[in-house]
């Protein structure tokens, strides 16, 4: 028998013995991160003393979260989102200079392959909504334009679905769209007032919101993922600030930075200059990007 396995496991050393048992373990850094997890897991344990019964529940969660989960639902992604860890994790991972452009949370939506658009598209592919024209320029953290910076935008539709979510409903690549800068960095698109949705709410993960007496909703917002080379890529969303859910984002992911006015508009010649019939909402954001190297 080897040193490090002769302790036996007691209350009060249960941490030390563990984590002694993993001393061979190929890889350091899952060795590192399996002392934390056992160190915190036996705290709570410890704090908790959870019963039977509890334990048992815990078990069936989690079992149940698994269960969910296939190609196109990410349960466990979900329970991270609402736990905050999701945006904590983003938050240390994109720390950047003063002035750049916040991260918040990817979400379970995102499509790779969206289509290269032209400026002035129109990502709405079955003409309903509220029409909404956005637009504005992308900077470095020294406010020169940049050029060749793909945006790729994905937004819900106004029911809050996905085109994921509703196949053979909504078009394939319905409110998606992948732009790109000229030199002068302005971007402009055609897309659809966002509202309100419930993230995926109908597994373990809805039924623990309603435990807790949390609702399921993300305020009304799109999403970007802004890249270029040599720069930080910046997976973001815009936010609506008067939406009714936009301090209790379910996920935690709204920041004051990201928040853009959505300014009616009821002049029918600006109508028909952007390319709609009637109102339309006017969303004006900048984005600035750092550069790889700064933190
Ligand atoms: C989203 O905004 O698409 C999203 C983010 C987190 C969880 C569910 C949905
Ligand atoms: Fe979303």
Redesign the pocket.
Same mark, same amino acid.
């Given at each position: 028998m080897q040193e490090h396995e002769s302790g036996y496991f007691t209350e009060e050393n249960s941490v030390e013995v563990v984590t002694a048992r993993n001393r061979n373990a190929g890889n350091p850094r899952l060795q590192e991160v399996m002392e934390v997890i056992t160190r915190k897991l036996h705290e709570a344990v410890r704090e908790i003393e959870p019963t039977e019964e509890e334990w048992m529940q815990a078990i069936m969660f989690l079992t149940r979260t698994g269960q969910i989960c296939d190609d196109t639902r990410q349960e466990f992604?979900?329970l991270s989102?609402i736990l905050g860890v999701?945006m904590l994790a983003d938050a240390i991972r994109s720390r950047r200079p003063s002035g750049a452009t916040e991260n918040t949370?990817?979400?379970?939506?995102h499509v790779d392959g969206a289509p290269e658009r032209e400026m002035g598209d129109n990502i709405c592919l079955d003409q309903k909504g509220e029409p909404m024209f956005v637009h504005g320029v992308v900077r470095d953290t020294d406010g020169n334009p940049l050029e060749g910076v793909r945006l790729d935008v994905w937004e819900?539709n106004d029911e809050g679905f996905?085109d994921v979510q509703q196949q053979g409903i909504q078009p394939e690549f319905n409110l998606r769209g992948v732009f790109t800068t000229g030199a002068d960095g302005r971007y402009w698109f055609r897309a659809v007032k966002p509202k309100f949705y419930p993230?995926?709410d109908d597994g373990p993960v809805g039924q623990l919101l309603g435990h807790l007496g949390r609702h399921p909703y993300?305020p009304a917002?799109f +999403?970007y993922l802004v890249s270029l080379d040599g720069y930080q890529k910046l997976t973001t +969303?815009i936010f609506d600030p008067d939406d009714r859910y936009i301090h209790s984002d379910c996920?935690f992911?709204v920041k004051e930075s990201l928040m853009a006015e959505f300014k009616p508009v009821d002049d029918p010649a600006e109508a028909a200059r952007h390319g709609f019939t009637g109102r339309f909402f006017d969303v004006e954001y900048d984005f600035v990007l750092a550069r790889m190297e700064t933190t």
């Open positions: 992604i979900l989102d999701s949370v990817l979400g379970p939506f819900a996905y993230i995926p993300r917002h +999403h +969303h996920v992911g």
